[in-house]
């Protein structure tokens, strides 16, 4: 069965500083690959995904996430921290083997941005 | 837009006592979920309807029922609440076309006590 893993339930970073979020995945195929965040109060919201095109991805507020096959990760990152970065992120993944309608979630990141 | 509407917002049960949580999507998606949000847990999927009519097991569906009522409509069950069901219920939806990996909408939760 797939699975997701998130190194550091908590990351504090300075305003204006790199934002390193990592996730990494299992699936014996290839996957599908999301980023939400969560506000507090709210509701989960699409950051970005990939689905096999390519291995950058680009996605809203300045995020990106690179697909490393040989490292089976997704990491997430942003060069620049605000102050509205501040939230729960997740990473989640889906595949053909189990069923792309299957999506795990990982258990989270706490993004803290400090001023 | 409504998107995805979960009701109730927050309830209180007492142990042993059954309720509903409804779901309902307007965007026509095919696929819809249940994840229960924990803390230090992240989501966790409980059940998943690919299609109208289907309905299967996700990581945690020990004292849950699912009905599928349409394609617009996807309720949870508990049919015997226990203090363990204490948590954060997302109802979420998705197109499921096989291989779009197309974007999951997040109801804005349900929180559920147990007492």
């Known amino acids: 069965a797939q699975s997701v893993t998130q190194l550091g339930s908590h990351v504090s970073v300075s305003e204006g500083a790199l934002v390193l979020l990592r996730c990494n995945y299992s699936?014996?195929?290839?996957?599908?690959l999301f980023w939400y965040v969560q506000y507090p109060n709210q509701g989960l919201q699409l950051l970005l995904k990939y689905t096999s095109a390519a291995t950058l991805v680009k996605g809203i507020n300045g995020f990106e996430a690179e697909f490393k096959k040989s490292e089976t990760s997704f990491h997430l990152t942003k060069p620049s921290a605000h102050m509205s970065d501040a939230a729960e992120y997740f990473c989640?993944?889906?595949?053909?083997?189990?069923?792309?309608?299957?999506?795990?979630f990982g258990p989270g990141t706490s993004l803290s941005v400090i001023p | 837009n409504a998107g995805v509407t979960q009701t109730p917002k927050f309830q209180v049960l007492k142990t042993g006592q059954s309720m509903t949580l409804q779901c309902a999507q307007d965007m026509n998606h095919n696929s819809m979920y249940w994840y229960r949000q924990d803390p230090g847990m992240g989501l966790r999927l409980i059940y998943y309807s690919a299609s109208e009519g289907t309905t299967d097991k996700g990581e945690v569906p020990n004292g849950y029922n699912v009905s599928r009522l349409n394609k617009r409509e996807f309720s949870l069950r508990l049919e015997s609440a226990a203090p363990s069901q204490t948590s954060v219920y997302f109802c979420?939806?998705?197109?499921?076309?096989?291989?779009?990996?197309?974007?999951?909408?997040f109801g804005e939760g349900s929180w559920l006590t147990v007492v």
């Open positions: 979420a939806s998705r197109q499921g076309v096989v291989e779009s990996g197309n974007t999951i909408y």
């Open positions: 699936s014996s195929v290839p996957p599908y």
């Open positions: 989640a993944v889906s595949d053909m083997k189990t069923s792309y309608d299957k999506v795990i």
